[in-house]
């Protein structure tokens, strides 16, 4: 079946580090694939999202290349910010279901 | 409304008794969706209803739980004989249904946060 694998957290870094969140999935056919974030008090929301292999999403410095070779889909920022800390969440969709990973929790400090 | 509303946002019960929460996802989205987060977890899939086909309900963890949808409007979970292992924050999710190819993002409540003593 379906699946996302994400890396563990918690991640800590210092502002300004280089940040990348591992995900990798299993899917049959080409699901779509998604980062969400939720930020402290608040609800998930999407963070930037591909729909097809070799597409790269990006928002708020946030980037990540759809790999269908490696099947993966690493988040990553060049310069994190206190304001990025938050849980991040690799998603796929093939269908209707989203299939969500664990989620990894990003603490930055300042 | 301009997002999806969940309601209540906290709940806390004695265990074995009832709970129905809500959702209301935004104007014109035929999706829905029902979550389960529980704490330091990801999202759990529970259960999906588009517009007025059969609700997807694969995901439902055992049959003390269900819900339905009015049409295209609101929504209610409703877990019966509530357990402790039942606590989590439980999240819903609307859009315009992604069809085959799975392309919709998702637009989630702020989620109703349920607490069983």
């Known amino acids: 079946g379906n699946s996302v694998t994400q890396m563990e957290g918690p991640v800590t870094l210092s502002e300004e580090a280089f940040l990348t969140i591992n995900c990798t999935y299993t899917?049959?056919?080409?699901?779509?694939l998604f980062w969400y974030v939720q930020y402290p008090g608040e609800g998930l929301q999407l963070l930037l999202k591909?729909?097809?292999?070799?597409d790269k999403g990006s928002n708020k410095g946030f980037e990540a290349t759809y790999r269908k070779e490696t099947t993966s889909f690493h988040l990553e920022k060049g310069s994190v910010q206190v304001s990025d800390s938050a849980v991040y969440f690799c998603?796929?969709?093939?269908?209707?279901?989203?299939?969500f990973g664990a989620g990894t929790r990003l603490f930055v400090k300042a | 409304g301009a997002g999806v509303s969940q309601s209540p946002s906290n709940k806390v019960t004695e265990k074995g008794k009832d709970v129905e929460l809500r959702c209301d996802p935004i104007?014109?989205?035929?999706?829905l969706y029902w979550y389960r987060q529980r704490l330091g977890q990801g999202l759990e899939f529970l259960i999906y209803?588009?517009?007025?086909?059969?609700?997807?309900k694969s995901g439902l963890p055992s049959d003390r739980f269900s819900a339905e949808r009015t049409g295209e409007s609101v929504s209610t979970l409703t877990i019966q004989r509530t357990q402790q292992e039942d606590s989590a924050v439980y999240l819903c999710?609307?859009?315009?249904?992604?069809?085959?190819?799975?392309?919709?993002?998702?637009?989630f409540g702020e989620g109703s946060r349920l607490t069983v003593l």
């Open positions: 998603a796929l969709s093939r269908g209707f279901k989203t299939i």
């Open positions: 899917a049959t056919g080409y699901p779509s």
């Open positions: 591909a729909t097809k292999a070799d």
């Open positions: 104007s014109g989205h035929t999706a």
């Open positions: 209803f588009q517009g007025n086909s059969a609700p997807d």
């Open positions: 999710a609307s859009n315009y249904g992604g069809g085959k190819s799975g392309t919709g993002e998702l637009f």
